[in-house]
């Protein structure tokens, strides 16, 4: 069974640059909830899709948007990158009927915004 | 003040001691996740617990629910287990995981 996987590694850009994320969720998951982590502070809930639909958005301004995919995999994308944008992404992923009570994370994607 | 708090910030230890971290929270839940984080690396679930105990190896975690209180235990700790160790509940207006801030525990050999 393959774990959650996010793509790239690691990014670079430039402030007002556009970046998309992925994220391919573990096998029979259906919900993928991306995650932002700043340097020193622990991950801030962005949003979480469900069977392709928006399923609850934390405060974040528009900028930030994504999508999920029939097979369920997602992408989180930035808009207008500002130096703040500057942290690990992380995503995680559900089975069926559980909701949040169980996530499994990524390994991550470093942004960098210079 | 955040609705998950965690103590302490950072830990040191030598190896072999037993090592306790603990988190308060102030929002209705329905489950509390211990995760661990390597530095620069994803997150790995350690922990999900609604009530009372779970053992895994060398890791206790507790939850008192009427106190909003929970307690991770390291016993025999080793410096593998460095690490960031981030309490997070499910729970508050939006049913979302919410984080600590985490642990910073290094186990010097």
């Known amino acids: 069974e393959t774990g959650v996987t996010q793509s790239p590694t690691h990014l670079i850009k430039t402030r007002g640059q556009q970046v998309t994320l992925r994220c391919s969720s573990q096998?029979?998951?259906?919900?993928v909830s991306w995650y932002q982590q700043a340097l020193g502070q622990g991950p801030q809930f962005i949003f979480q899709y469900y069977r392709e639909e928006e399923n609850g958005r934390g405060n974040f301004p528009p900028r930030f948007s994504g999508l999920q995919f029939p097979n369920y995999s997602s992408e989180l994308n930035v808009n207008a990158l500002e130096l703040d944008d500057s942290a690990l992404y992380l995503c995680?992923?559900?089975?069926?009927?559980?909701?949040?009570?169980?996530?499994?994370f990524g390994p991550g994607t470093r942004l960098t915004v210079t | 003040k955040n609705e998950v708090e965690q103590s302490p910030q950072n830990l040191t230890a030598q190896e072999g001691e037993f090592i306790t971290i603990n988190c308060s929270y102030s929002v209705g839940i329905s489950a509390l996740h211990w995760l661990q984080q390597h530095p620069g690396g994803g997150i790995v679930s350690l922990f999900m617990l609604s009530s009372g105990k779970k053992k895994h190896g060398r890791l206790i975690a507790t939850i008192n629910i009427q106190e909003k209180h929970s307690s991770l235990h390291i016993t025999a700790s080793h410096p593998r287990d460095s690490a960031v160790y981030i309490c997070?509940?499910?729970?508050?207006?939006?049913?979302?995981?919410?984080f600590g801030t985490g642990t910073l525990l290094a186990v010097q050999p």
């Open positions: 995680a992923s559900s089975p069926p009927g559980s909701g949040t009570y169980e996530q499994y």
């Open positions: 096998s029979g998951h259906n919900t």
């Open positions: 997070a509940v499910t729970g508050g207006a939006t049913n979302k995981l919410i």
